[in-house]
């Protein structure tokens, strides 16, 4: 069965300390218990692979190849105001499923969310 990812993306513009994408702590709990369902649900179908939410960008580190040596950067890969903020990986039967899906995750975390599907997997000879 075919994978896709369902990122939470945010433009960086909504940040709030302590409370991160969300106006507030209210709106934040709200969030949290939303996604918390739609994780559940997600488990509870055998559609979840793996999921996640994210630190802020500031606490990235990145790892870069240069002239063949790693040298490591505080913070994230590109100066952007938007961000990843978290995902999920969902086994699901098509893409029409995916989108589907993904407009509940919309709706559950409060922001925006692209899904892509994962390559597909070289089979064996």
């Not at 994780?39 to 630190?55: D, I, P, Q, S, T």
């Not at 040596?69 to 999920?88: A, I």
Request: contains cysteine; charged residues 25%; proline residues 6%.
């Amino acid at each position: 069965m075919p994978q896709y990812m369902l990122s939470v993306h945010h433009d960086g513009s909504d940040i709030v300390p302590d409370t991160g994408a969300y106006a507030d702590d209210a709106e934040m709990q709200e969030a949290f218990a939303a996604v918390g369902a739609f994780n559940e649900r997600m488990m509870a179908e055998g559609k979840w692979v793996f999921g996640g939410g994210l630190e802020m960008p500031d606490t990235s580190t990145t790892v870069r190849l240069q002239d063949g040596e790693t040298v490591l950067t505080d913070g994230p890969y590109s100066e952007t105001k938007e961000f990843l903020g978290g995902f999920w990986v969902l086994e699901l039967a098509d893409l029409d499923e995916a989108l589907a899906l993904g407009r509940e995750a919309a709706v559950a975390c409060k922001g925006d969310v692209e899904v892509r599907p994962f390559q597909a997997e070289p089979q064996p000879e």
